[in-house]
């Protein structure tokens, strides 16, 4: 049994992580079916319906691993979906196919694929491991709630200036010569 601490972190993580991930989704409905058209996993006239699936999904999990009684069944949901973004990546890498948006980074912020992307998903997917372990019985107090949303805030700033980094690469490799 992990401490209810790291659990309950893992699981604000992953529940914020989702939530933005499926209003980046909403909020370019046309440029994410645009980004699931290009992966060439599905015919192109089920694209709309999949970028439905996915951002329903996303928020769906979110939801279900900040209530208590979901929140395995919700994390390892999260390990699923984090399998099928690594696949239909990987597929895509092995088809050579490099240059399409990953769709990772939201509208605006093209990220093309690499293999780093696949190591990415599964250190997320190890963090739902962790939301999907069983906690101790002892109870938070108000200093384990601080440590949850103090460590789920570094944890998510590591998010984002990694994504960050990762979406700007291939510029500053660009800006750099190499």
């Known amino acids: 049994m992990l ?4 659990v309950t972190a893992s699981s604000t993580v992953l529940a914020a992580l989702l939530a933005g991930a499926a209003w980046h989704k909403v909020r370019d409905w046309q440029g994410f079916t645009r980004i699931v058209h290009a992966y060439e996993l599905l015919p192109g006239f089920l694209a709309p319906a999949a970028t439905a699936i996915l951002a329903i999904s996303e ?14 069944q919700a994390a390892i949901g999260v390990i699923l979906l984090m ?10 890498l092995w088809r050579g196919r ?7 980074a939201g509208p605006g912020a093209r990220q093309p694929l690499r293999p ?3 190591l990415r998903n599964l250190v997320i997917a190890l963090l739902a491991v962790v939301a999907a372990s ?12 601080f440590v949850v949303i103090a460590a ?27």
Do not use: K
Not at 3 to 6: C, G, H, K, N, S
Not at 83 to 92: E, K, M, Q
């Open 134 to 145: 069983s906690a101790s019985e002892r109870v938070l107090d108000a200093l384990d709630i």
């Open 98 to 104: 490099r240059g399409i948006d990953c769709g990772c």
């Open 152 to 178: 789920s805030a570094v944890a998510l700033l590591i998010h984002l200036a990694v994504d960050g980094l990762l979406a700007n690469q291939p510029r500053l490799a660009d800006f750099s010569g190499r």
């Open 116 to 118: 780093v992307l696949l």
């Open 3 to 6: 401490d209810p601490v790291l």
């Open 83 to 92: 399998a099928l973004y690594a696949s239909a990546i990987g597929l895509n």
């Open 59 to 72: 928020l769906a999990l979110a939801s279900a691993l900040v209530l208590g009684a979901w929140r395995p």
